[in-house]
C-alpha cells in the first residue's frame, strides 16, 4: 500500500501563491507517476500535472495550468510539490495527489488509472 498526505492549500488573492506538497511512504517505491489532480465543485476530476519518478523526471502540464504551475520531486524525502503561481479564481478546487506504476513509462492523465491517492487539499482563490 502506498500512502499520500497533501497539504498546503489555503486560501490566497487573485495572482497569489502556493506549494502543495504530496509526503508519500509505505510502497512509495514500487510507483513511477505522480499526479496532482483537482476537482472544482460540480466538476469531474482533472489531471493538473504529472511527474515521472524515473531519471526522465518527464513532467506534463494542463493548457490551464502551463507557465504558472510547477511540479517537483524531492525524492529524499519521497516528497513531490506543486508549485502554483499567478493563481486565478478557476484554480480553486480541491487538490489531490495520487500515485500508480505504469509499465510504459507515460503517466497517465486520467483518474482512472491512479490507484493511490492522498486526502485531498483546498486551495480557494478570491478576486
Known amino acids: 500500500q502506498v500512502q499520500l498526505v497533501e497539504s498546503g492549500g489555503g486560501s490566497v488573492q487573485d495572482g497569489g501563491s502556493l506549494r502543495l506538497s504530496c509526503a508519500a511512504s509505505g510502497d512509495f517505491y514500487r510507483t513511477n507517476c505522480v499526479g496532482w489532480f483537482r476537482q472544482a465543485p460540480g466538476k469531474g476530476r482533472e489531471a493538473v500535472a504529472t511527474?515521472?519518478?524515473?531519471?526522465?523526471?518527464?513532467?506534463y502540464y494542463d493548457d490551464s495550468v502551463k507557465g504558472r504551475f510547477a511540479i517537483s520531486q524531492d525524492s529524499a524525502k519521497n516528497t513531490i510539490y506543486l508549485q502554483m503561481n499567478s493563481l486565478k479564481p478557476d484554480d480553486t478546487a480541491m487538490y489531490y495527489c495520487?500515485?500508480?506504476?505504469?509499465?510504459?513509462?507515460?503517466?497517465?492523465?486520467?483518474?482512472?488509472?491512479?490507484?493511490?491517492w492522498g486526502q485531498g487539499t483546498q486551495v480557494t482563490v478570491s478576486s
Open positions: 495520487a500515485a500508480d506504476f505504469f509499465v510504459t513509462g507515460t503517466c497517465k492523465t486520467t483518474e482512472e488509472f491512479y490507484d493511490y
Open positions: 511527474i515521472y519518478r524515473g531519471s526522465s523526471g518527464a513532467t
